[in-house]
C-alpha cells in the first residue's frame, strides 16, 4: 500500500469531516459511502469497494485526491459541489482511466 503525507491544511478539514461523511448515490453506478477509517477521511465505491475504496487526501476548497487501495488504479480527484448555503450536495470523480468513464458519475448525498 501507498503512504502519502497528510498536507497541513488537511488537519484543519477533518474538523468539518461531518459535512462531507455520508452515503451518496449516482443513477447508474449505485452507492458510495464517506466514513472515518483509522480516524482519516475514506472512501469506499460500494459495488467495487475490493478495488475502489482508499483514503481522502485534501487539495483545496472543494477538492480531496483519492489513492485507491488496488495500485493499478491511478490516483484520482473528487470535486465536491454545494448548494447556496454551503451544504455538500455530492461529488464527481476525475480519474482518468481506458476501462471505465468516471467523468459521467454524479454522486448525490443522501
Known amino acids: 500500500m501507498r503512504k502519502e503525507k497528510l498536507i497541513p491544511r488537511f488537519r484543519q478539514t477533518i474538523l468539518f469531516f461531518?459535512?462531507?461523511?455520508?452515503?451518496?448515490?449516482?443513477?447508474?453506478?449505485g452507492k458510495a459511502v464517506i466514513r472515518r477509517k483509522e480516524g482519516k477521511p475514506?472512501?469506499?465505491?460500494l459495488p467495487s469497494k475490493h478495488l475502489l475504496s482508499g483514503y481522502l487526501y485534501y487539495l483545496?476548497?472543494?477538492t480531496f485526491k483519492v489513492i485507491f487501495h488496488d495500485e493499478f488504479i491511478s490516483p484520482g480527484k473528487i470535486a465536491f459541489t454545494y448548494d447556496a448555503s454551503q451544504q455538500v450536495q455530492g461529488f464527481t470523480i476525475?480519474?482518468?482511466?481506458?476501462?471505465f468513464h468516471f467523468k459521467y458519475l454524479n454522486f448525490d448525498k443522501r
Open 42 to 45: 475514506y472512501l469506499e465505491l
Open 60 to 62: 483545496d476548497e472543494n
Open 18 to 29: 461531518s459535512s462531507y461523511k455520508g452515503e451518496y448515490e449516482d443513477k447508474v453506478y
Open 94 to 99: 476525475d480519474l482518468p482511466s481506458d476501462d
